[in-house]
């Protein structure tokens, strides 16, 4: 009896194995299908039967949880389907923490969205290598289209292995102009009048109103930090500074800046700590003082200011000119490593629905109408230049045309990390730029590598 | 005929009870565990999930990489001073409640020590990172009363790991209170009489009757306080990741765990071998910690 017992057991359990695996090779076998029948209808040429018909249509777009970038999508997508009432898009969000992990699960299961936000230039590389994205049709985005009509980061970053894989959303400016809080600077007089934007014509004098806007309490403890980045895309400041000392930051799959140009950069940043005393590592600055009314001064994107009045209301965000070049032989230079970007996976449905829209997304007026929600600016150079003398964006559209992609990672947030890992302890005074630089290049070498 | 049924039906309901755990356990518990080892000894490609059979090369690059190793210290320092911290004190304070005669008053103390244990750990987390606010936060406040100048708990590389500590064990003292008071109230009143009798002192009470008889008990908290330290992951994760990057692990690595860790090559870097081989190297550090108290005791529960 005990012997036809624990028979029936392993068999159960083995039983309970074999369902485990056959349910999910059927979901993917599943996905398999939806590919092929995909496959089909593109060799067949047939337009979609949504569109013949006018049936409902519902698509999914993924975007990450920001609330700025969210409700500029969201008008895009108003105005589509206003124009096309059979179509109807919701956006589904998900914190950045979690964003990626998750597109990378479900693009492979085949539950992904139809149109998904990524790091474009970082995160979609990795699944274009492994054909889990569609190619970009040429009348939908071509390659002379984004060299001749793009800024120079978003195009490239756009483009693999001499094709179009991603539309882009915006210009990343990771740095490229100043970000500040306009009470802070009126309390240090670097601006006297409503509407004043501050101008610094060198790094110098850029450095020196920073050291006005810093404040230490009686122990030496920094409560303001003048210019803080801290803690906050670290590796944009970082390996934007390379440019701006002339360098290159990836070269050939190599880290290129094991020169001259890079110790010069980690050198400015770690006196931006230790000599110029304008922020502190033991300071909660950055992203998270600066809503806080802790910081005076950021070198950012417009988001940035964008998302700080979005957690603080009450903060009065002023958008200056670019912050000058830490070199003034080389343009301020800031380092486009990616940029939220849309692709859309091999296998979803309704492919002819999702190029209309990704061709009404990158009309001149979509673009220009977005601006006013997220405040980043459009990768569409003649989209960008409307916002020339304009109060907020004027900077960036300058800044814009320095804005260079500095190549595909291989692994982006272990390269970043790795950076960042390196500015904080440069940033404590625990390594000299000389020992930073070599310990930087042999771990980043390491990363490129795929190790 | 119906005494065999019977028999039968007694013999059968054990099987019945104890098969379908063990199949649970087999195809939820085991079968992972292997599927572990087995993703430990292979390198997975993230997004075609082909394995291929590399043997010890995940092992041995974590040995040859110093973040590995700093993962490790900075485990081990927590857990040491988890241990050294939650036991006595949640045994002190076991024993303070234990002798409050009014029932209402020991519940109410009983409630307010365990309430951190059935709050979830993010809620903990955040309020805690407000408390320690370099600026606004209550633990400076407290500081300046004594002259003490403001700290940066979380930013600070020397002290964020032992901010991170008081956390946890402020979470979890509450817990190894009540199992230690469920102990103690389970030794019997006649040996404290006896004791009286013959005249011990509070020191000798402890020593020769209460230690002794809560062997077991000590032996469970410890297991449990070395087994949790090892995973602690919540705590670290909201209070010390970046902003942007939302890298857990806390200035230049500082608050690195080997539990991070495996989390952050697993779902941040996608190197599914790797992060493998960390829950393998934590899983043996359990199982040798457990096997080792578990000797360790034995020998004094028997009197």
């Known amino acids: 009896m005990k012997k036809i017992f624990l028979m029936l057991a392993v068999i159960a359990m083995c039983a309970l194995i074999v369902v485990s695996f056959s349910i999910v090779s059927c979901k993917k076998e599943e996905a398999q299908v939806k590919e092929d029948v995909a496959e089909e209808s593109e060799e067949e040429g047939a337009p979609s039967g949504a569109e013949i018909t006018g049936e409902k249509v519902e698509l999914v777009m993924w975007e990450q949880s920001a609330e700025w970038r969210i409700k500029a999508q969201q008008s895009t997508i108003d105005a589509f389907m206003a124009e096309h009432p059979n179509v109807s898009i919701k956006i589904e969000s998900f914190p950045f923490v979690e964003y990626q992990p998750k597109i990378n699960s479900a693009i492979q299961t085949g539950t992904a969205a139809d149109i998904i936000a990524v790091v474009g230039g970082q995160w979609d590389v990795p699944l274009i290598m492994a054909g889990l994205v569609s190619e970009i049709p040429e009348d939908v985005m071509s390659i002379k289209e984004l060299e001749e009509e793009y800024f120079n980061g978003p195009a490239n970053a756009s483009i693999f292995d001499g094709k179009v894989y991603s539309i882009p959303n915006h210009v990343n400016m990771g740095i490229g102009g100043l970000v500040y809080n306009v009470d802070l600077l009126k309390e240090a007089g670097i601006i006297k009048e409503d509407g004043e934007h501050p101008k610094f014509e060198t790094w110098e004098e850029f450095i020196e109103a920073a050291q006005k806007c810093t404040k230490f309490d009686e122990d030496g403890t920094m409560t303001q930090a003048g210019f803080s980045q801290h803690g906050v895309l670290d590796f944009f400041s970082g390996m934007s500074y390379v440019l701006q000392e002339g360098g290159e930051v990836i070269k050939d799959g190599k880290v290129a800046f094991n020169n001259e140009s890079g110790l010069a950069a980690l050198q400015i940043y770690q006196d931006i700590f230790l000599k110029y005393k304008v922020d502190d590592p033991l300071f909660i600055g950055g992203l998270d003082g600066f809503p806080q009314g802790r910081v005076a001064m950021m070198n950012i994107g417009g988001w940035a200011g964008k998302a700080a009045e979005t957690q603080n209301p009450d903060l009065e965000v002023g958008y200056g000119d670019q912050v000058p070049s830490i070199n003034p032989d080389y343009p301020a230079y800031s380092d486009h490593d990616a940029c939220w970007a849309f692709i859309v996976p091999e296998n979803s449905e309704n492919k002819d629905i999702i190029w209309e829209f990704l061709k009404f997304y990158k009309e001149e007026d979509q673009w220009v109408n977005r601006v006013q929600y997220d405040g980043e600016l459009p990768a569409l150079k003649s989209a960008a230049e409307k916002f020339l003398d304009d109060d907020v964006m004027d900077a960036y559209v300058k800044a814009a045309e320095y804005s260079i992609y500095t190549g595909y990672k291989v692994d982006r947030e272990k390269f970043n990390s790795t950076v960042t890992t390196y500015l904080e302890q440069l940033a404590r005074g625990d390594l000299t730029p000389e020992q930073a630089l070599e310990g930087l290049t042999e771990d980043l070498n390491k990363v490129l590598s795929g190790q | ?303």
């Open chain 2, 1 to 303: 005929m119906k005494k065999l049924k019977r028999h039968k039906g007694i013999v059968l309901f054990p099987y019945l009870v104890a098969y379908p755990v063990l199949i649970y356990v087999m195809v939820f518990l085991i079968f992972p565990i292997l599927y572990l080892l087995f993703l430990s000894l292979s390198s997975t490609d993230q997004f075609s999930k082909v394995s291929i059979f590399k043997g010890l090369d995940n092992y041995l690059i974590l040995l040859k990489d110093e973040l590995f190793w700093k993962a490790f210290k900075q485990t081990f320092i927590l857990t040491g001073i988890r241990v050294i911290t939650i036991v006595p004190l949640s045994l002190l304070i076991a024993m303070g409640i234990n002798n409050i005669k009014n029932t209402h008053l020991r519940n109410f103390y009983s409630m307010a020590y365990f309430s951190p244990v059935i709050t979830t750990t993010t809620a903990i987390a955040l309020v805690w990172m407000w408390i320690y606010d370099p600026t606004l936060g209550l633990a400076n406040y407290i500081l300046s009363l004594f002259g003490i100048p403001s700290q940066s708990f979380l930013l600070n590389t020397h002290i964020a790991l032992f901010s991170i500590a008081i956390v946890s064990i402020w979470k979890d003292i509450g817990w190894f209170m009540i199992i230690f008071l469920a102990g103690l109230q389970g030794i019997p009143e006649h040996l404290y009489e006896a004791g009286e009798i013959d005249g011990i002192n509070n020191w000798s009470r402890f020593r020769y009757i209460t230690f002794p008889l809560l062997a077991p008990t000590f032996l469970l908290i410890m297991v449990v306080v070395m087994i949790n330290s090892l995973r602690e992951f919540t705590s670290i994760f909201v209070m010390t990741r970046g902003t942007i990057s939302g890298e857990p692990g806390g200035p230049v690595n500082s608050t690195l765990t080997l539990s991070v860790s495996m989390y952050k090559d697993a779902f941040l870097y996608n190197k599914y071998g790797s992060g493998a081989a960390i829950a393998i190297i934590l899983l043996i550090i359990l199982g040798i910690f457990t096997i080792a108290q578990f000797r360790l005791y034995r020998v004094k529960w028997e009197y």
